[in-house]
């Protein structure tokens, strides 16, 4: 399990961190409360379709973009939607892990979050060239930081857009994974996702838990043999 407890301590001495990107996609700190981050704006994103029942043993409500295929749920991860059923790419991904350092992301600390992300990226050489990509970013509600990872599948490039956040005491974290290329038109879905996310508190999630056991798999999982091959594949950060 990932931890930010060294490097979010050693943001006493940080003054803060600026993300990448284009001007046009800077907003005034008064307007996002952290200064350097990323508003995305959430009035054309995609639609999303029906939320899943509380996940997370009930901390979090999520929703798929409309008319995307949600497979069967596996142990890996607590949602996964694809674009089309018949094909594993693009997909996203909902995974979650416990966070020791920070409880809730908001927005007097986005700026530290973001900076203790990115010392983490840099204390790992086979992921020290992402951390000049990372930047704080707020979508609709949603609160975190915005990178770019590489993987290959079959030789082929994968691209893999990275939201992360945390609330509840709990790291989510967002993944977008297209072919090469492919990612800018898929990003406005992860965008979508990320701001429809319900966050419960503890004891309205005592209220709401269900059994999470992954659901009964009766029948070949179209992309499953292709995404199991990629868990390995996908975690090489080179284009």
């Known amino acids: 399990m990932r931890t930010l407890m060294w490097v979010w301590a050693s943001l006493v001495v940080v003054a803060g961190v600026v993300g990448c990107g284009a001007p046009e996609d800077r907003r005034d700190a008064s307007r996002t409360g952290t200064p350097g981050a990323r508003q995305i704006d959430t009035k054309n994103l995609p639609k999303l379709g029906n939320p899943m029942a509380p996940l997370d043993e ?25 674009a089309d059923s018949g094909s594993p790419y693009p997909m996203i991904f909902v ?57 290959k599948s079959d030789g082929r490039v994968m691209e893999r857009w990275m939201l992360e956040t945390v609330a509840n005491g709990r790291r ?46 009766t029948e070949q999982d179209p992309a499953q043999a292709d995404e199991d091959h990629d868990e390995e594949a996908d975690d090489v950060d080179a284009p």
């Open 58 to 82: 009930g901390r979090l409500e999520v929703a798929p973009p409309e008319n995307w295929h949600v497979p069967p749920r596996r142990p890996r991860w607590l949602a996964r939607f694809q």
């Open 95 to 151: 995974t979650a892990e416990d966070a020791d350092a920070v409880f809730h992301v908001t927005r007097d600390n986005l700026g530290e979050f973001a900076a203790a992300v990115r010392n983490e990226l840099l204390a790992d050489p086979g992921t020290q060239r992402l951390a000049a990509d990372l930047q704080p970013v707020v979508v609709g509600g949603f609160r975190g930081t915005l990178y770019r990872r590489w993987g």
């Open 172 to 217: 989510y974290t967002l993944e977008l994974r297209s072919r090469e290329g492919l990612a800018e038109e898929y990003l406005p879905h992860l965008y979508a996702v990320a701001s429809g996310l319900q966050f419960i508190e503890a004891e309205d999630a005592a209220l709401t838990a269900i059994e999470e056991a992954p659901d009964e798999i």
